[in-house]
């Protein structure tokens, strides 16, 4: 990485733009409070392991304070707003958002460890243009297809995780106001930066207070928020065992439920791919956000006749891959967000190798501080080693082969998730083949992990259920 | 005519007919045209900067194939370019001189005289240049002609016409006759990809041009548009690449046209690095065909040395 | 189907309808099934959770099939049941009024309008997808599209309403290539067992729908934590203590979970989509659009 002739200088991008506060409180009923009895913690860069700032872990009063803050929101203003106006603070949120693009992609890098690249070009890209999709739909609800005069569901308590914290933040915020209700949102304990940054965007936009509440804080935040009896939506997005407790917490109750959980995604590539961008693909499936994503592409299936070229393709590309600094423009790879999820995977790494699994990385300098991890593939995995099957959510990728489109599909299918697959051939009826067969929410067919405001996206099976993005977004929403 | 290019065992039948070169060149994998304008596009964003700029730079002057392929060409102003291209900053010494002056055959004897044992190449356009649309003994004679007259490289067009016709053979047939026709100077193998119009396409003329003995591929004459583009260099560069890890070969890329800013030329500098490596960093694997670019690359050495932004006025037009 | 004085009745004893087959319980349990007016009526199959491990098996078998042909062929297919069902129709009348207790007007109103809803869904079978699914404008040069697909196994427990509910139920989930265990309305259940030799001899395929009788509470904790069931309706589930734990247990393996209405359903109201929308995921495609 980087050691040849032409050595890119380090380009970081400037820290200037960001002012991270020492401390920050929570955001309820327009205003950053100080918690009734919630208890500090500190955020730090997983690049660094420096401490950016102490935030809040909002105790179960807080949470009381918040979801009343939105209730009040909701019965007094935010109802009786038409759509039309409440699509109108949508729009200036979306149009904040990319004001300040450039200082959130920053922020988002530095508390989360993702590539400056990554947050520039497509984090916060598609955090603009996903409220000013859902911006649109505010005043025409009664064409989604939801009945003439669809109601909102009340007040929707949001649970988001660490790896696209903002992007997860549009993705809950804008359908839920759209559709006319208000909200209380927990970022994930690690990132909780740019979710105060956006209650500073709320504040910027005049939103009428309780309309959007953050509180930040771990699980026991969480899950004060999902048990709180004055809520009517739970939305959360994160691991699959976390949304079977939320699942089992909100049984009994008349709280909608949606849940977009964990995968194990097959990237499945035909000898007759187009293999160079299958390469890319394969990487941008795995390798992008360090792997940080539910539908990543964690299980390559390859067909044998092609195993070994396509393998010596892809290990020559990872050796293109630049791991370090994300703040630097050219940096592919960057930090692991945490020290608890660095352990996961050096542990289920190990497992891997135990297991008999042949483990390759590319010559990669590791940064002396901060949480990293190599790229890495693994070779003659089989559908029983436990890395093919368990969600690992890092730059680990688990090669299997296969010889027949059956035995593709098979091997893909045979998992408890269902969140997404990658196809990869030349010959379009076999895509639409396997794409009708393959058990998942979303089936990338020469390319793999894009996203769009407009594209539902969500899983079958263990992957949870409902939808987010599009007009099936809406529905997650609204009293249908 | 018989092929009779010098190419590794296991290729050495693709060409015994036309059928089994056409299924060679469609049995390589396919490109996706989004797939590859991505990746392009993606490797565009790199930011080179400070060192790495500076060496960038001089590489790139390194790399010029000065260029001026007009009807109204003399002479004069072939001698002026050559000047330009064995000193292109005159008030910088440790300014490196370009590769190569690429001209019309007739103006060869020119540019031989003018650049003298300066190092820096004579390229000469042949073949019909710049349609290819001549009897094949006349393009011959034109390459014969520029070889006599001392061009140290030819840049030969393919019959495009041929090859969207599907009469592959005849285009590799063609490429080996002026490989003999060449002796010992380089031959560049025009693929004209504005004209090919799918990616798959550029792919399998470049292996085409490869199979024939070419040394190098080239993108385009610079009299068609699209010329040279990011993503259309990245699959001619991956040609080659995959050739070299097959037959042991390794053939040079020269993206010509279009190219007329510094940032430009570092990007496709960029994509050379990442798709070939250290290899084909050189300006005995890798050109730019151009005549604009040179004075943006002095214009960037000079804010790189000076740390002021220049301007025009500062830099010889030819 | 009330004794007649002049002739000794035969008498039933109604099994269950598994894989397309009508076994008996493998427990060997029946229970007595009697009119709204307390008479006797008949005895059903008690069914046990190894019944609802089989129906499972046999649902899942099915699923493949059902679940790919096409919805015209599945609209035929309900269609053809919505037949037999008209023929059957005076039988139906009869054990609706028996087991509910309601008028013969009544009865055959509520038969009408479960022969019509069976239709109506049968109807959507090549429909839904139009409505519910959509071609998504994305940002890029990319085809991308959205189709509705089937859940996979679902298991529905039967609401009171002994044809009209039950139609109400099972046909949407049915409709669009699911296939499902059905626990058929406990003290009503023969309705449901005719339903069951409607579909055995119409053109249904064995496993698409199972018919369990017997009690809800004994055999729907099976169902619900059964890792191999994907959705669950309680709709039938009127114990609110008993829909708490089937959700819970349901969580094991993420179903999709209808949870009960808060009051018995006007079952004769324009039901909308979302029975079929509940038993539906939604697939995203994407593709480059290139030369």
């Not at chain 1, 409220?131 to 739909?137: D, I, K, N, S, V």
């Not at chain 1, 949606?258 to 995604?265: D, F, V, W």
Request: aromatic share 8%.
């Amino acid at each position: 990485m980087g050691t040849g002739m032409f050595d890119y200088a380090p380009a970081p991008e400037s820290r200037a733009i960001v002012d991270i506060a020492p401390s920050y409180g929570l955001f309820i009923d327009g205003e950053l409070v100080d918690p009734v009895d919630g208890t500090p913690f500190k955020t730090v860069n997983p690049a660094t392991e420096e401490v950016l700032s102490e935030v809040v872990a909002a105790g179960p009063q807080d949470i009381d304070r918040a979801v009343a803050a939105a209730r009040v929101a909701y019965d007094g203003t935010w109802s009786h707003l038409t759509g039309r106006d409440r699509g109108k603070y949508l729009y200036r949120l979306a149009r904040l958002v990319q004001e300040r693009s450039r200082e959130l992609a920053v922020l988002e890098s530095i508390d989360n460890g993702k590539p400056i690249r990554e947050s520039r070009d497509v984090d916060v890209p598609l955090v603009a243009a996903h409220f000013f999709y859902y911006a649109g739909w505010a005043d025409k609800l009664g064409y989604a297809g939801f009945g003439p005069d669809p109601r909102p569901l009340g007040v929707a308590g949001q649970i988001i995780p660490w790896n696209f914290p903002l992007l997860m933040l549009a993705w809950k915020i804008a359908p839920a106001l759209a559709a006319g209700n208000t909200v209380v949102l927990k970022p994930a304990e690690t990132t909780p930066l740019t979710a105060l940054a956006f209650a500073d965007i709320c504040r910027q936009a005049d939103l009428p207070p309780g309309v959007v509440n953050i509180v930040t804080g771990a699980g026991d935040t969480g899950r004060a928020l999902v048990e709180h009896p004055g809520i009517d939506k739970v939305a959360f997005t994160g691991s699959t065992e976390v949304g079977r407790q939320i699942a089992r917490s909100v049984a009994g109750s008349r709280k909608a439920l949606t849940l977009e959980l964990g995968g194990k995604a097959a990237n499945i590539v035909f000898d007759d791919a187009p293999l160079d961008q299958a390469v890319e693909g394969i990487v941008n499936g795995i390798f992008f956000n360090q792997g940080h994503v539910c539908c990543a592409g964690s299980r390559l299936l390859v067909q044998e006749s092609i195993a070994d070229e396509l393998l010596d393709r892809l290990k020559r590309r990872l050796g293109t891959l630049r791991l370090g600094d994300p703040l630097d423009k050219n940096t592919d790879i960057g930090a692991i967000n945490s020290p608890e999820q660095l352990e996961r995977i050096r542990e289920l790494s190990a497992i891997g190798e135990q297991e008999g699994a042949e483990r390759w990385s590319p010559a990669c300098d590791l940064p002396d501080r901060g949480y990293w991890f190599p790229p890495t593939l693994f070779t003659g995995v089989t559908q029983a080693h436990r890395i093919a099957r368990e969600e690992i959510f890092g730059p680990v990728l688990s090669v299997l082969t296969f010889r027949t489109p059956a035995e593709a599909l098979e091997k893909a299918n045979n998992t408890p998730y269902g969140l997404s697959a990658g196809v990869w051939t030349d010959k379009g009826s076999r895509i639409l083949w396997m794409a009708q067969r393959l058990r998942a929410g979303v089936v990338w067919a020469n390319t793999f992990n894009r996203f769009d405001p407009t594209s539902p996206f969500g899983g079958y099976k263990e992957s949870g259920f409902g939808r987010e993005g599009g007009r099936h977004g809406l529905e997650a929403y609204l009293d249908v | 005519m018989t092929a009779t290019a010098p190419i590794a065992g296991d290729l050495a039948d693709v060409t015994a007919s036309n059928a089994a070169l056409r299924r060679f060149l469609h049995g390589l994998p396919g490109v996706d045209q989004v797939g590859v304008e991505a990746r392009a596009a993606a490797l565009a964003t790199r930011s080179i900067k400070t060192t790495a700029k500076q060496f960038a730079l001089d590489l790139a002057v390194r790399m010029v194939d000065l260029t001026t392929l007009e009807g109204q060409d003399t002479p004069g102003k072939v001698r002026a370019l050559c000047a330009k291209g064995m000193r292109p900053d005159p008030t910088d010494p440790t300014c490196p001189q370009v590769a190569a002056i690429c001209v019309y055959g007739d103006l060869v004897p020119v540019a031989v005289e003018a650049l003298g044992d300066s190092g820096v190449h004579v390229a000469a356009v042949a073949t019909a240049f710049p349609s290819g649309r001549a009897p094949l003994e006349v393009k011959l004679a034109d390459v014969r002609a520029a070889v006599a007259a001392g061009a140290d490289e030819i840049d030969m067009v393919i019959d495009r016409g041929a090859f969207l016709a599907g009469r592959h053979l005849d285009v590799h047939d063609e490429i080996v006759a002026t490989r003999q026709a060449c002796g010992d100077a380089h031959l560049k193998v025009i693929l004209e990809t504005g004209e090919l119009a799918t990616y798959d396409n550029v792919r399998r003329a470049a292996w085409l041009a490869m199979l024939a003995g070419g040394d190098f591929v080239k993108t385009s004459t610079g009299k068609v548009s699209p010329a040279a583009t990011l993503p259309v260099t990245l699959v001619m560069l991956e040609a080659v690449r995959d050739f070299r890890a097959q037959t042991g070969r390794q053939v040079g890329v020269k993206a010509a046209g279009g190219i007329r800013s510094a940032k430009d030329a570092i990007r496709y500098l960029v994509v050379v690095n990442e798709t070939c490596g250290d290899d084909w960093l050189s300006p005995d694997w890798f050109r730019f065909g151009a005549s604009s670019l040179l004075n943006d690359l002095l214009m960037q050495r000079q804010k790189m040395a000076t740390g002021r932004y220049s301007g025009p006025d500062y830099f010889t037009l030819d | 189907m009330s004794d007649r004085q002049d002739r000794l009745a035969v008498r039933k004893t109604y099994k269950l309808y598994v894989g397309g087959a009508f076994p008996r319980s493998e427990s060997g349990r029946t229970y007595e099934v009697q009119a709204a007016d307390g008479r006797f009526l008949a005895n059903a199959a008690l069914a046990s959770r190894k019944d609802a491990r089989d129906a499972v098996v046999a649902a899942r078998k099915a699923f493949g099939g059902w679940s790919s042909a096409t919805a015209y062929n599945r609209g035929q297919v309900l269609y053809r049941v919505a037949e037999v069902l008209e023929g059957r129709r005076a039988q139906f009348v009869a054990e609706v009024a028996d087991a509910e207790g309601v008028k013969r007007g009544a009865a055959e109103r509520q038969v009408d309008a479960a022969i019509d809803r069976w239709v109506w869904y049968a109807g959507w079978s090549d429909k839904v997808h139009q409505v519910h699914g959509s071609s998504n404008p994305v940002a890029g040069p990319y085809f991308d599209f959205s189709v509705p697909e089937p859940t996979g196994v679902a298991a529905v427990v039967a609401p009171a309403s002994s044809l009209l509910g039950l139609v109400s139920v099972v046909a949407p989930v049915v409709v669009t290539g699911n296939t499902c265990v059905v626990v058929a309305a406990e003290a009503a259940p023969l309705p449901a067992v005719t339903l069951s030799e409607v579909l055995a001899t119409s053109d249904v395929p064995g496993g698409v729908v199972n018919l369990l009788t017997g009690r809800a509470a004994e055999i729907a904790p099976w169902l619900a934590s059964h890792m191999d069931v994907n959705a669950i309706d309680l709709a039938g589930v009127t114990d609110a203590e008993l829909a708490t734990e089937l959700e819970r247990a349901a969580a094991d393996n993420l179903k999709r979970v209808v949870r009960p209405p808060l009051s018995e359903p006007d079952w004769e109201a324009d039901p909308g989509l979302d029975r079929m929308l509940a038993f539906l995921e939604t697939k995203t495609v994407w593709h480059p659009v290139g030369i």
